[in-house]
T-cell receptor, first 111, second 112 residues
Framework: DAGITQSPRHKVTETGTPVTLRCHQT?????MYWYRQDPGHGLRLIHY???????DKGEVSDGYSVSRSKTEDFLLTLESATSSQTSVYFC??????????FGAGTRLSVL | RKEVEQDPGPFNVPEGATVAFNCTYS??????FFWYRQDCRKEPKLLMS???SGNEDGRFTAQLNRASQYISLLIRDSKLSDSATYLC?????????????FGSGTRLSIRP
């Protein structure tokens, strides 16, 4: 299995609080991605990174920001969590823009 | 219209049966194609890539039809352990800004 660790694995928070999710890889892959998965929508890309300090928006980026200061770490921040951001969040990595390997996911509940 | 569409199922078939899923995509410039498998409450995992000539991996066969813009997955001699959601993935990227689109998935349930 690819070396991808997401933390925390579960989190419950309140509306309006900031939340940061972490993705850590040991594969030295260039590309890293954050997705959310909701029933009926499948996986939707939030943000992705193609190198240290190089990031870009995906299709559902509103309300989220990311940072990548090291190859191995990609952080996803919800500046002010809302109930619509309750979801399962997956991090993925890729060495060649094609095949992606996923972390185990973070279940986030915003109350 | 969604860029990648799959029949959500569920497909409920007996053990040993053959089952096939299709996935259609809208962007004719799409370059690479994959099938992923996702078990309940787990992360997606790559099942197989899909090549133009079609490819087989044990009981699994994937086909690509560029003219009709669909890919298919055939599972022969299905096992209980094949029960999962199968995600179709299409990559339309041709620059550093890759665009990888996941279908919503087809649920498969194998019954004894």
């Amino acid at each position: 299995d690819a070396g991808i660790t997401q933390s925390p694995r579960h989190k419950v928070t309140e509306t309006g609080t900031p939340v940061t999710l972490r993705c850590h890889q040991t594969e030295n892959h260039r590309y890293m991605y954050w997705y959310r998965q909701d029933p009926g929508h499948g996986l939707r890309l939030i943000h992705y990174s193609y190198g240290v300090k190089d990031t870009d928006k995906g299709e559902v980026s509103d309300g989220y920001s990311v940072s990548r200061s090291k190859t191995e770490d990609f952080l996803l921040t919800l500046e002010s969590a809302t109930s619509s951001q309750t979801s399962v969040y997956f991090c993925a990595i890729s060495g060649d823009r094609d095949i992606q390997y996923f972390g185990a996911g973070t279940r986030l509940s915003v109350l | 219209r969604k860029e990648v569409e799959q029949d959500p199922g569920p497909f409920n078939v007996p053990e040993g049966a053959t089952v096939a899923f299709n996935c259609t995509y809208s962007n004719s410039a799409s370059q690479s194609f994959f099938w992923y498998r996702q078990d309940c409450r787990k992360e997606p995992k790559l099942l197989m890539s899909v090549y133009s000539s079609g490819n087989e991996d044990g009981r699994f066969t994937a086909q690509l039809n560029r003219a009709s813009q669909y890919i298919s997955l055939l599972i022969r001699d299905s096992k209980l352990s094949d029960s999962a959601t199968y995600l179709c993935v299409v990559n339309t990227g041709h620059s550093s800004a890759s665009k990888i689109i996941f279908g919503s998935g087809t649920r498969l349930s194998i019954r004894p």
